[in-house]
């Protein structure tokens, strides 16, 4: 990429011309899955493992899916039927996978910094797809190609995120990268699930009020509450959560505008998103899950194509 970048381990990282080059690659890959053909030769000969230590649905299958897309050799390794179980070290783990001749690891962990410290010990090309509460960046990136597909541009566009920004890595990544793309961003959610230092830092608006962001914003991008993360109580019930946060067809229906729903899955209906406004005419849920696949080509094209920036 642009800034001879090696490996995908955040937003943070990333220059503007970086997030750029991967959605206008992202969507020439859009467009080769639209033909009845949809693989391309662009990484044939490339093997690249997905070591994922966290459980996944849709990112493990969409990076499976783009690498299948790209003719890439795949092998797949999940923790939980794995030797992690009899004590290997990650590190032990990898370099045992990397003399079988791998050269890109697409890797999920629940350590923040897990795929940080991989790249400093080993070889080949890391894609970060989460770690802990840290970043999600393709997540990030996907959900920016879909905003631009919807908006046309990301500058000015006004982007809620509302749930549980604590300990939401895609709501970190989103957050970089719409600030480096000019969006306006704005967090909302429980006092106790917004930590101050970060929105400072980042300089981001805050809202406790869901009402406040939802007449504010064009765009609402809805978290889980990630109750595996939380180790003490943060609020009192998800109900009282549904009731102050939830996005339902009643508050939407209170807004002067329409405005578009996004959601990076998996979903608790119910709770932080009502069924009809998930399954409405301005979710854009689904696309933001078939945007991943050609998003995820691009990432892992340019990334074992350095040459091409
Ligand atoms: C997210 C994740 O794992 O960080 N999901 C995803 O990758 N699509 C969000 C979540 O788990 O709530």
Redesign the pocket.
Known sequence: MKSAVQHLLGIKDLHQEDISLILSTAKQFKEVLQRPVKKVPSLRDVTIVNLFY??????RMSFELAQKRLSADVINFSASTSSAKKGETLLDTVRNILSMKVDMVVM?HSASGAPHFLAQHIPAAIVN??DGINE?PT?ALLDAFSMIEKFGDLKGLKVAIIG?IMH???ALSNMYLLKKMGAKVKVCGPPTLIPKHLVEALQVEVTYNVEEALQWCDVANV??I?LERQNQPLFSSLREYNLAYGITRARLEKLQQSITIMH???INRGVELDSDVADGPHSIILDQ?EN?VAVRMAVMFLLSNPNRS
Do not use: I, K
């Open positions: 966290e459980n996944s649905t849709r990112t999920r797809a989460g999600h997540q549980d939401s890595r895609v978290l889980r990630q990076p899955g998996p899950v991943g």
